[in-house]
């Protein structure tokens, strides 16, 4: 028709004009069914009306009635073979099997009656539903011991298919889904579901959130004590702390590990610790879930000959208070409190069971109290509790301090993970107060430093230093709270934590005990050259 046009009779400037499809090696999209049939083959469009039908089925499972977002949400193979792109014409193409609503919101998609006939009872039924709902959460709980219906039904597939199984058996009552009450009736009909099925062991709580679901497989299974062994004594030797008696690890940071979980198969850790050789492995459970396992004088490295090792040097102990059910220390800088007190024991002697009171990080030097009888325990271990004794530290920290005095009173949150374990500020932590008095400031080149005096009121995992970093003054060479980059720095002229606790005082009868220690030998002089 163009080219019959008047307007080529004459001269035009588009007379050379060839014209082109615009992508010329991608083929044109046919909307038109017939068209469709006409360029696809026999075979292709048998294949389309068999997705149509499995797409219609689909349909059937979330109750007849489905918008297409839910249709993808639901139903990943759907979007995988079609496309959230391509979805809808597909279904305008198949008017056979679907029916198309637009509503204010988005297309709704709802199947023909007869669809119902050719999917041979697939949708009329929620046995298939069912099926499906109970190998789903086999697999969720298979090999993971008990896992509560709360953190079941959270899951977003299963609540999609519970929900379709609702809907389709009419056994839920409640017309708005993913409601606390739909949430109640729901769940009351999968649990019974589930205690009619062989695999499951119901294990019952006061209320159904807290009632759990447990594998049948994993009341039969027995971990591998051998492999567990080995993987254990590897864990200890690596990440496990010195103690008197050799590597000690406390069982949260065992569970931590993913081999382990993998070897337990689901099983309580309890069970499997009783099961230990008592020969190479000590189980010290404390109560209040801080149990710890022992493996008996671990070698620094595995596969090292305990006797082919150098003999490393006890920690270098200064008693400065010496009475009657104790002793005051100044413990020094690199050594844990652990290794501290063995040596203590080691020089004084102690009554058998005696346990620490309190403790002082790795870095950290100054003085410690070690309690060596059981009635010392009992009184000191009271006096920590009720916070009644005072214990003051010298820090340098970073930056110019501005107030001479001032009380930080935030909240400190532990994150114990596998990779970290620090305090940080946050509302859902536990109360703490630090006291913070300046003492003096240094300049060092462009930068300024401040020594400062603090005591804290509470005893929180690494209070200082968290709270002190978060006044945006961190303590000199502290690389877990002054970052890696800036303790890097400042090692090059303080090779260790700036954190000395100087002083200590507390009530024995009515005697007022206050114990100095003077600063470490290896942080005076770095003072001495600001």
Request: hydrophobic share 35%; aromatic share 6%.
């Amino acid at each position: 028709r163009l080219m019959n046009s008047s307007s080529f009779l004459s001269p035009s400037p588009f007379k050379h004009t060839i014209l082109k499809p615009t992508h010329p090696q991608r083929p044109t999209i046919c909307k038109s069914r017939s068209l469709m049939e006409k360029i696809m083959t026999p075979e292709e469009v048998e294949r389309e009306k068999d997705l149509a039908l499995e797409v219609g089925c689909a349909i059937l499972l979330d109750g007849g009635t489905v918008t297409l977002s839910l249709l993808l949400v639901r139903h990943e193979w759907v979007k995988k073979r079609l496309g959230d792109k391509k979805l809808l014409e597909f279904i305008k193409r198949h008017e056979q099997v679907f029916e198309v609503v637009k509503n204010s919101v988005e297309w709704e998609v709802t199947t023909h009656p007869g669809i119902k006939d050719t999917t041979h009872g697939t949708g009329s039924s929620g046995e298939q539903q069912a099926k499906q709902l109970l190998n789903m959460i086999e697999k969720c709980v298979s090999g993971k011991g008990d896992v509560k219906l709360a953190h079941l039904t959270s899951r977003s597939n299963i609540a999609n298919l519970l929900h379709s199984y609702t809907r389709v058996t009419g056994c839920c009552r409640e017309d708005v889904p993913f409601t606390p009450s739909w949430w109640e009736a729901a769940t009351g009909h999968l649990l019974t579901l589930i205690e009619k099925d062989s695999r499951f062991t119901i294990v019952p709580d006061v209320s159904l959130r807290a009632t759990a679901v447990r594998a049948h497989s994993d009341d039969l299974y027995t971990p591998p004590i051998p492999p567990l062994e080995s993987r254990l004594n590897y864990l200890l030797v690596q990440k496990g702390t010195r103690s008197p008696l050799g590597r000690t690890l406390p069982v949260s940071k065992i569970c931590g590990d993913a081999k382990i979980r993998d070897l337990l198969g689901g099983c309580k850790v309890s069970t499997i610790l009783g099961l230990l050789d008592k020969a190479a492995f000590v189980v010290d459970d404390k109560g209040s879930g801080n149990c710890c396992v022992t493996l008996k004088h671990a070698d620094p490295k595995p596969g090292t000959s305990k006797d082919s090792m150098p003999t490393p040097p006890p920690p270098p102990v200064t008693i400065l208070d010496h009475r009657e059910g104790y002793v005051v220390v100044a413990k020094p800088s690199g050594w844990s409190t652990e290794c501290v007190v063995a040596e203590v024991y080691k020089i004084c002697g102690c009554e058998e069971g005696v346990d620490t009171v309190s403790r002082l990080d790795k870095g950290t030097s100054g003085v410690l109290v070690v309690p060596l009888t059981k009635e010392a325990e009992g009184w000191l271990g009271d006096a920590f509790r009720e916070r009644s004794v005072t214990k003051t530290y010298h820090a340098l920290v970073c930056g110019t301090v501005e107030e001479p005095e001032q009380t930080i009173s935030e909240k400190l949150k532990l994150l114990d993970t596998p990779t970290e374990f620090r305090s940080v500020v946050h509302h859902t932590g536990k109360p703490a107060e630090t006291h913070v008095r300046l003492v003096a400031t240094y300049q060092k080149g462009n930068g300024t430093y401040s020594l400062v005096a603090a005591t804290p009121k509470t005893g929180r995992t690494h209070q200082i230093r968290a709270h002190l970093a978060h006044i945006g003054h961190p303590i000199v060479s502290d690389t877990k709270y002054a970052g890696p980059k800036r303790a890097k720095r400042h090692q090059k002229w303080c090779k260790r934590l700036f954190l000395h606790a100087s002083e200590l005082s507390f009530q024995h009868g009515d005697e007022t005990i206050t114990v100095g220690c003077p600063l470490s030998d290896n942080i005076k002089s770095v003072l001495d050259h600001l």
